[in-house]
């Protein structure tokens, strides 16, 4: 077995298993961050988008910033207009050249048998179908494949006999990263992979690399700043729903599980799901017993990392990229978006992988030689079977959602995401149905309240819309879809004066925001509300939107006709327009205070 | 460390934790909040619509004679790239940073060449170069960082061991360009050639000097072509330097000889001592930067020949912002670091007075410096400047036409954001050293020729107020509020005085 045919089966091997994947359409997030995106549409489209976060409209709050990929997706649009089995040869493609690249990176510590077992156990491990055989896994696929290109570029640079050569290997490894950190934001791992394979490489280079790692720190520095630059605020606005309302020890607790099924799913990738929200994972407050093993199952895998050091260094360089990969949605410093996602593990799976290679190594030379040839190619064919199987699953929208329901019951996400489906195809009580099911499997979930109160409303059952809607008022107040889906609901039940407290105490809690400023317009509205307070309501509308003159004009005109007096309970009202009214016309918010009969709170502008 | 820093990569360690820096130092503050800023941008704006170097936001965009063009022509490459203003503003924030990070790793590479200890030398360049105010100049759009890259290669280049023609043509170059970006960079065009005749090196010396004239020469060419294409008005803001300098007079010059120009570097270092204390404290300091420049003067003469004419200038420019002066605290901070190791060697009346003034910049600059960064007061006056502007901007947006002709004491800053034709509200001329308004009755003769129809300003306060009340006073329809915020902003329908 030689270096080259080693590297070269691994990615034969990786294209076959997934062939199948060619058949499959737009399925999950495909769809609304490729097949409805028209950011992707072209390959001019994707260029002028670069710097724009990378999911669009509405979905923009996840902060995500990953241009390369659009790139790609733009190309291959304006190749294939739009045919979606040429993004998938392309994934399938970039899947064989990352499983060849980790064959070639291996091969510094591994002879081609034991790198040919690795590349192989990479090639097919089920926990990838997620990444390859889904459009939008590109993103992963395509960090992998540059943070191995910028491992293999390192080393060269470090080995490079000339000035020029050692110039040319810094640029080459440089532009890598670049790519990297512009396909996926994990790419920001790339300064501390190439250290790791630079500590535990085999013939330690006696120049040293400082220079590079300047330079990749600089660059990853300049992207960091960039990222937050674009993606603004939104950077970490993607919490997940399993962490609302947790504390960061409950997050830790509720994560401990979370890396034992991370080992677990690298391990014994056989039982696999899609989507990773309570139930499937549990929602967990305090340390138990899965918790601990968790834990203890983490400090062992950082042990053996730790130990291997010098006795097996590409089993530690396996861990070490896994444990690197993972971090950045390891929820234990920062919060993401996931609590857990099979194709976030693509890279992790290098660990299981070089594992397998190494022990392949070992017996290899040894008497159980052909034993070892047969666990080997078990293991190959098991994981090759379990991966073609699940392909199928990725094929469209409604499959992967109706499959994966029945395969999750608990899963409240799952639901969520179904309904959506339906009520866009017009089913909505289906819809409201999958909604009710969501929240009774996850009632700590106040945005599937939100929705169901709204789905609810649109049928015409506002009692339904109340239940639901002071569901997630009681879970969380100071957010205006909530606030206006109360208000909304108590509208339609009748109650005009509650749902004007309500919007009231919106307003001032969520200063500016539009969306509660319109349903406190409502609530006047339905209860006949006085005209003052909706001329200052308007006014603070008008404030929030610019629109400066506009309000000045209002307050002109309620300046003229002020009220001789106003009713009880003003007073908590006012709060939540006098920030306009101070600023516009100090002395009407003086006689308005007199009038009200109270002292409003500072407010800040 | 000291070997890594001994081994070659100490300035470029110090310029990625200088441009580490500078990218925290970046604030959410609009651009033109500083004024200049917003002007630099504005001509950005301009060049990257192919409109050519004028003043956008002025009626008929008259060419731009007051900024050089190079640090616009960088920002207009990079609105170019992403046009979408102010989303762009996060690749000028990096730029600039990337700017100060190259000319702290410029610098660091050229502090090699003085006797000064690595680890000192690196200490006292990082902390020249992040210095708060430096910190507050490179968190807006301003061309310091740009202009002390430039500077600091064109010197770095000049001080080599072996300056061949390659080395005077790209000397010549850098000096050349650092002129493009601030005029007070013609002290590299007439300093480093003189540096390189001290040292016999002639030919590349008169190399240097025809190559940095060559690259400025465009420059001066459009100067002599449009200088007077700028109403007289604005000539303090808008005009040749030339013509600033005439305002000021030959007296206005000279009157600079005080060295009022020195004081914001002794004000930022020595703290609020006694008078007598703070005197001696302030000799001490100049004596230790003095002899430091001079420890080190044969090492990189090209460096001191290019400081001596950029203070002259700075002290007899008889308006002279400090930012002029805080892009020389790196070089300062390298001198006053030689100059104490000089002084610590000659025994205890050399060791007593370093001693004590290294307690006295702990306590003054350095206690400040812990503040400023400590509580990002660095960034206090942009983002204050700001939050009037915010609301400002969005009533001049939502309240005027289209075709509205807004006058301003921030035009730049409103015609970036609204995107309204625009025009000084205050307009200076200069009185020897003294600013003076030109009084209510020329400002409103000079904004009915403009067509100004709104006034719109951030603070309705200082020069405002007097101005203000003296349009009203001028008839009833001439300022029309539309909006005034108490403390705040206030935006006025403007119509000519009968």
């Known amino acids: ?605 | 460390m000291t070997r890594v820093l001994t081994r070659g990569h100490g300035p470029a360690i110090v310029g990625l934790v200088v441009f580490t820096v500078a990218l925290w130092a970046q604030t959410g503050a609009m651009v033109g909040v500083f004024y200049d800023d917003g002007i630099y941008v504005a001509l950005a704006k301009a060049l990257a619509e192919g409109r050519g170097f004028v003043s956008l936001h002025l009626p008929e965009a008259p060419p731009a004679v007051h900024y050089p063009p190079l640090y616009p022509m960088v920002l207009a490459a990079l609105w170019r790239l992403w046009p979408q203003f102010p989303a762009n503003v996060v690749l000028f924030q990096l730029v600039d940073a990337a700017a100060l990070g190259a000319a702290a790793w410029i610098i660091a590479h050229h502090a090699r060449r003085t006797a000064v200890p690595p680890l000192a030398r690196y200490l006292a360049l990082t902390i020249g170069v992040t210095a708060f105010p430096v910190l507050t100049l490179v968190g807006v759009r301003f061309s310091e960082p740009l202009f002390l890259a430039l500077l600091a290669g064109a010197v770095c280049v000049a001080d080599g061991e072996e300056v061949g023609p390659g080395k005077a043509v790209a000397t010549g170059v850098l000096a050349g360009l650092a002129t493009l970006t601030r005029s007070i960079g013609i002290a590299a065009i007439v300093g480093i050639p003189v540096a390189l005749w001290l040292r016999g090196r002639r030919r590349a010396a008169g190399v240097a000097l025809g190559v940095a004239l060559l690259v400025a020469a465009p420059w001066w060419l459009w100067l002599a072509a449009h200088g007077d294409s700028v109403n007289p008005l604005l000539a303090t803001n808008y005009g040749t330097y030339a013509q600033y300098a005439g305002q000021a007079g030959l007296a206005g010059l000279l009157a600079g000889l005080d060295f009022t120009s020195l004081q914001p570097f002794v004000r930022l270092l020595v703290p609020a001592l006694p008078t007598p204390i703070w005197l001696a404290v302030t000799v001490v300091l100049l004596a230790v930067v003095v002899v430091g420049a001079v420890t080190v003067a044969r090492r990189v003469p090209a460096l001191l020949l290019v400081l001596v004419p950029y203070v002259g200038l700075v002290t007899l420019w008889p308006f002279t912002p400090d930012r002029f002066m805080w892009i020389l605290l790196p070089w300062m901070a390298l001198f006053a670091t030689a100059g104490s190791l000089r002084a610590w060697r000659w025994n205890w009346w050399g060791r007593v007075p370093v001693g004590v003034l290294a307690v006295v910049l702990a306590l003054g600059f350095g206690w400040r410096q812990i503040v400023s960064v400590k509580d990002r007061q660095f960034a206090v006056t942009a983002n204050r400047t700001s939050r009037p502007f915010a609301l400002l901007t969005a009533g001049v947006r939502t309240g005027t036409p289209e075709t509205a002709i807004v006058a301003s004491d921030g035009e730049a800053l409103v015609h970036l954001y609204t995107g309204r034709t625009t025009v000084p509200l205050f307009l200076f001329r200069l009185n020897g050293r003294q600013m003076l308004g030109f009084g209510a009755d020329t400002t409103a003769q000079y904004l009915c020729e403009q067509g100004v129809s709104h006034v719109a300003v951030s603070w309705l306060g200082g020069e405002a107020l007097p101005l203000l009340d003296a349009f009203k006073a001028s008839g009833d329809s001439v300022l029309v509020p539309l909006f005034t915020v108490a403390d705040g902003p206030a935006l006025y329908r403007f119509r000519c005085p009968q």
């Open chain 1, 1 to 605: 077995m030689t270096r080259g045919r080693a590297t070269w089966i691994a990615a034969a091997v990786a294209t076959v298993v997934y062939l199948l994947a060619l058949r499959n359409g737009w399925a999950g997030d495909d769809l609304v961050a490729i097949s409805d995106n028209p950011a992707t549409h072209s390959f001019s489209a994707a260029l002028g988008a670069w710097f724009e976060v990378y999911w669009p409209g509405e979905w923009r709050w996840a902060g995500l910033y990953r241009p390369f990929t659009i790139l790609t997706y733009g190309l291959d649009w304006s190749i294939a207009n739009g045919a979606p089995w040429w993004f998938h040869l392309v994934n399938v493609a970039l899947h064989a050249a990352a499983t060849a690249l980790l064959v070639r990176v291996v091969l510094a510590w591994l002879p081609a048998i034991g790198a040919l077992v690795t590349g192989l156990v990479f090639a097919v491990h089920p926990v990838h179908v997620e990444a390859v055989a889904n459009v939008v896994g590109r993103a992963e696929l395509l960090v992998a494949v540059w943070l191995l290109l910028a491992v293999l570029g390192a080393r060269r640079y470090r080995q490079a006999e000339s000035a020029g050569a050692r110039r040319w290997w810094l640029a080459a490894t440089v532009a890598a990263v670049a790519l990297a950190l512009w396909s996926k934001e994990h790419g920001v791992i790339a300064i501390a992979v190439i250290a790791v394979d630079h500590a535990l490489e085999p013939r330690r280079s006696r120049d040293s690399a400082t220079g590079l790692y300047l330079a990749v720190a600089a660059l990853t520095v300049a992207w960091l700043f960039l990222w937050r630059g674009i993606a603004g605020g939104l950077v970490g606005g993607g919490m997940h729903a399993a962490f609302f309302g947790l504390s960061s020890y409950g997050r830790v607790m509720t994560m401990l599980p979370v890396y034992l099924e991370v080992v677990r799913l690298l391990a014994w990738p056989f039982a696999l799901a899609s989507d990773y929200a309570p139930q499937v994972i549990q929602v967990r407050e305090s340390l138990t017993l899965v918790g601990t093993l968790g834990l203890l199952t983490t400090v062992a895998v950082l042990a053996v990392g730790a130990l291997s050091v010098r006795r097996a260094p590409v089993v530690a360089f396996g861990i070490l990229v896994a444990v690197l990969s993972y971090a950045p949605t390891a929820n234990l410093l920062v919060v993401s978006g996931v609590v857990l996602a099979e194709r976030n593990l693509y890279l992790a799976v290098i660990a299981p992988a070089v594992i397998a290679g190494w022990g392949a190594a070992r017996v290899w030379d040894g008497p159980r030689r052909r034993a070892a040839a047969v666990a080997c190619a078990g293991v190959v064919l098991l994981f090759a079977y379990r991966t073609v199987d699940r392909i199928p699953l990725w094929s469209d929208a409604l499959t992967l959602l109706v499959e994966e329901q029945a395969a999750h019951p608990e899963n409240f996400h799952i639901r969520v995401l179904l309904s959506e489906y339906v009520a866009a195809r017009g089913d909505s009580a289906w819809a409201l149905g999958e909604l009710l099911v969501a929240g009774a499997l996850f009632p700590a979930d106040p945005w599937a309240a939100v929705l169901a109160s709204r789905q609810a409303l649109a049928q015409g059952r506002p009692t339904l819309a109340l239940q639901e809607a002071e569901r997630a008022y009681g879970r969380y107040r100071r957010d205006a879809r909530i606030v206006e889906v109360l208000t909304d609901a108590l509208i339609a039940t009748g109650q005009p004066d509650s749902a004007l407290a309500v919007a009231a105490a919106g307003a001032r809690d969520l200063l500016g925001s539009e969306m509660v400023l319109a349903a406190y317009r409502r609530a006047l509205a339905a209860g006949a509300g006085a005209s003052w307070e909706a001329t200052l309501v308007d006014a603070t509308r008008d404030w929030s939107a610019g629109r400066v003159v506009s309000a000045a004009a209002r307050l002109d005109s309620l300046e003229r006709a002020l009220p001789a007096a106003v009713e009880l309970g003003a007073c908590a009202r006012l709060a939540a327009t006098v920030l306009v009214v101070r600023a516009l016309r100090p002395p009407l918010a003086a006689a308005l205070e007199a009038l009200a009969a109270c002292d409003l709170p500072p407010t800040g502008r």
